[in-house]
């Protein structure tokens, strides 16, 4: 097992691999990333600039930006940020997969109220995304939370449509957060269509999914476009969570992506449990990449067990109507890949040019572009 000198990285990390200085190679892809989105004042004037834009094309609209809220860290700061700083007519989105956390609801509540924001907001059908997350987790793959993250991005997509906007903020930042190797996730609509089809009824009428051409409509017609602002900012988490607490009367929540319970109970029990992958590694190797974070003491802080509530598998289980019997096979099936079922990938692939075009002209990330159009995988 060899450990990158750099960063906290090792062996099992997917598609890894070490220069002869024993660096690895994601240690430099943030090198590259840290010089394309520079955080000085070149990185003043692109979000300057960006925010220039967003203004004259929200003229005649009654919002100039979309953002989704989670009572996060990330999401609540950039509301901030867009109202209270760059000064945007801003419109709050959130997708309620029903698991907030009771912190998570009073965070999106006293933010948006001080900050005077609107909010759109979809409630699922909850039967129906119930027995889609119990799909997922019968087809044995790391992605439960892909029904929940689409249908975040497609809601946000929505509140653009509905009122015109053309602008979507996000609140993620690839020197706090790291940017997840490429192999432990992948997710689209035909993915979870194909899971349901398989372990479930099929049945996918309220639940929004980013299917492709819709997706593509969004983009193409609507001229819906993605900015992340936190990238151009020299972020400082532990200094923001003071500062949203003194300021907004926010709470931390213990963990990145803890607000939710669902996103809790999967990063800190089913991922490291069944499938060996704890987002940490990515999180503190990103701290100890941009400095926020010694390597030292993110190789002793990654040993530390992480948090778990027992109770939040007793939920789960009654909730997804899932006996003891049941979550022990679940437990125990070999785990699956993506590729084992019908995605949108091959598609993707194909459409490579057009999706370089997409991202030259702002409508999707680079990490979108190279995860799902560049990277090819065989069965793992
Ligand atoms: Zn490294």
Known sequence: MQTCKRC??????????????????????????????????????????????????????????VIGVSGGCDSSYMLHLAKNVYGLRVLAAHFDNTYNSKIAVENIKVVLDKLNIDLFTYV????????????????????????????????????????????????????TEGVSPPGWFYMDAK?????????????????????????????????????RPLYYLDYNKEDVKKFLVSEYGWQWYGGHHMENRTAYFINNYYLPVKFGIDLRWCEYSALVRSGRLSREEALGKIKEPK???????????????????????????????????????????????????????????????????????KRA
């Open 124 to 175: 699922v059908d909850n039967k129906e995304f119930e027995k889609i997350q119990k799909s997922l987790l019968l087809a044995s793959v790391p992605e439960f939370e892909a029904a929940t993250d689409l249908a975040l991005a497609t809601t946000h997509y929505m509140a653009c449509e509905k009122y015109g906007v053309k602008h979507i903020w996000e609140g993620h930042s690839f020197r």
């Open 8 to 65: 906290i990285y090792n062996s099992s990390i997917p598609k890894i691999t070490f220069n002869t200085a024993g660096i690895c190679n994601y240690c430099d892809q943030y090198d590259s990333m840290n010089l394309q989105y520079p955080i000085d004042d070149r990185g003043k004037k692109i979000i300057n600039d960006y925010v220039e834009q967003i203004k004259k094309d929200g003229k005649g609209k009654p919002y100039d930006v």
């Open 307 to 377: 948090p778990y509530e027992p109770d939040l598998l007793v939920e789960i289980k009654s909730r997804l109507k899932l006996s003891d019997t049941d979550w022990d096979n679940i437990m125990k099936e070999p785990n699956k890949h993506y590729t084992d079922y019908p995605t949108y990938k091959k598609t993707f692939e194909r459409l490579r040019p057009f999706f370089f075009i997409l991202l030259k002209s702002g409508y999707v990330t680079r990490s979108f572009y190279e995860k799902f159009c560049v990277l090819r995988e």
């Open 191 to 227: 993915y979870i269509k194909s899971i349901h089809k398989k372990f479930g009824d099929g049945v996918i009428k309220s639940t929004p999914l980013l299917w492709l051409g819709k997706w593509i409509k969004w983009m193409v017609v609507n001229k819906i476009k993605k900015f």
